[in-house]
């Protein structure tokens, strides 16, 4: 099955600076790759997305690349604020139902 | 507001006595799932519904059940609970056939004593 490895597992960064979190996956079939935050208490909520046929995707401070060659994708958060303090899960899939999920990065953005 | 609504919030249950978590959905989304999710951890695919289709993960504990009586709830039913199953159970539901975006409710956090 598909296996997601997520690093680092927990980061500080001060408030304005950037915040990067990468992850790897080893089916080389997946082609959605979701990024998740979950606020203490609540379920994840989704912050972005991409499939496999695109390298780059961005969103306002937040953006994700992916490189399938190498099999890894990366979030990218600029100018944090410490509303961005939160765990975030990357994920994959291929063309089912189910999704795999890294296994979290805590972010803590200070003020 | 809610598109994802799960009940309860919190749930205390006594060691093998069964028990019965609920989602409903306001989406009409086709497919739903029901994760697992224990502290600091990613969270576990238990199993998922495609409409009325059944999809167990391999390593999911017979402990577990599920019902989906229509398209807008789904159970999850945990016949003896353990207290290795204290966790966050996660409710998400997303549509269409292949992988999307899913949604999450706000999860019933178990307690097992």
């Known amino acids: 099955g598909e296996n997601v490895e997520q690093h680092p597992s927990t980061l500080s960064v001060q408030e304005g600076d950037s915040a990067v979190i990468k992850c790897t996956y080893s089916d080389s079939a997946s082609n959605y790759f979701p990024w998740y935050k979950q606020e203490l208490g609540k379920g994840p909520q989704l912050i972005i997305d991409?499939?496999?046929?695109?390298g780059e995707k961005k969103d306002q401070r937040i953006a994700v690349t992916l490189n399938k060659t190498a099999k890894h994708f990366s979030l990218h958060i600029t100018e944090t604020q410490p509303e961005d303090s939160a765990v975030y899960f990357c994920a994959c899939s291929g063309g089912y139902q189910k999704v795999t999920f890294g296994t979290g990065t805590k972010l803590q953005v200070i003020p | 507001d809610a598109m994802v609504i799960q009940n309860p919030r919190y749930q205390v249950t006594q060691f093998g006595k069964p028990v019965t978590l609920s989602c409903s959905q306001t989406?009409?989304?086709?497919?739903m799932y029901w994760y697992q999710q224990k502290s600091s951890q990613a969270p576990k695919l238990l199993f998922h519904?495609?409409?009325?289709?059944?999809?167990n993960e391999a390593d999911t504990p017979d402990n577990f059940q599920s019902r989906r009586p229509n398209t807008s709830f789904c159970f999850l039913d945990i016949r003896s609970p353990g207290l290795g199953d204290a966790a966050m159970y996660l409710c998400?539901?997303?549509f269409g056939q292949g992988p999307t975006e899913a949604f999450f409710g706000q999860g019933t956090r178990l307690t097992v004593v």
């Open positions: 998400a539901t997303s």
């Open positions: 989406l009409n989304h086709n497919v």
């Open positions: 991409i499939r496999s046929n695109v």
């Open positions: 519904y495609y409409d009325k289709d059944f999809n």
